[in-house]
């Protein structure tokens, strides 16, 4: 019977290379700056829920918009306002931005972390107006 033979590459650096991407977009610190709306949205359930979208009709003044759940300390800048008569449509389960019925890439900036709805009151703050829609979620 042949004999098998194993082998074993090991990859070795001096001094690793750090690579940092640069294409994604960062936040604009403007984008707190203004009235800061805010609203308790309470998921009933007994689960956290990803199933909401958040909507706002345009025009708005700021040039980006973010909305943040202050309870858990998450916040998604989006890099683009709606127009006068476009909707920005954000869906959270799906994570992804729609403008006008198109879905948008690369308009959620690099330092964004996306959140769900935990169980009971979740605190939500933006830099616009917005409509929240979700459904509670049970486990």
Request: glycine share 6%.
């Amino acid at each position: 019977m042949p004999r098998r033979a194993v082998a074993v590459q090991r990859f070795t650096a001096r001094r690793p290379a750090i690579i940092r991407a640069r294409s994604r977009l960062r936040r604009n610190p403007a984008y707190r700056a203004g009235t800061v709306y805010s609203a308790s949205v309470t998921n009933a359930g007994s689960t956290a829920s990803p199933s909401f979208t958040v909507s706002i009709a345009g025009p708005v003044t700021p040039t980006g918009v973010y909305f943040e759940n202050a309870t858990q300390g998450k916040t998604v800048w989006i890099s683009t306002a709606p127009a006068s008569g476009q909707t920005l449509t954000v869906d959270f389960s799906t994570r992804t931005v729609t403008l006008a019925g198109s879905t948008l890439s690369g308009v959620v900036t690099i330092d964004s972390r996306w959140w769900d709805l935990s169980a009971g009151v979740n605190t939500i703050r933006s830099n616009v107006a917005a409509t929240v829609t979700h459904r509670d979620a049970y486990q």
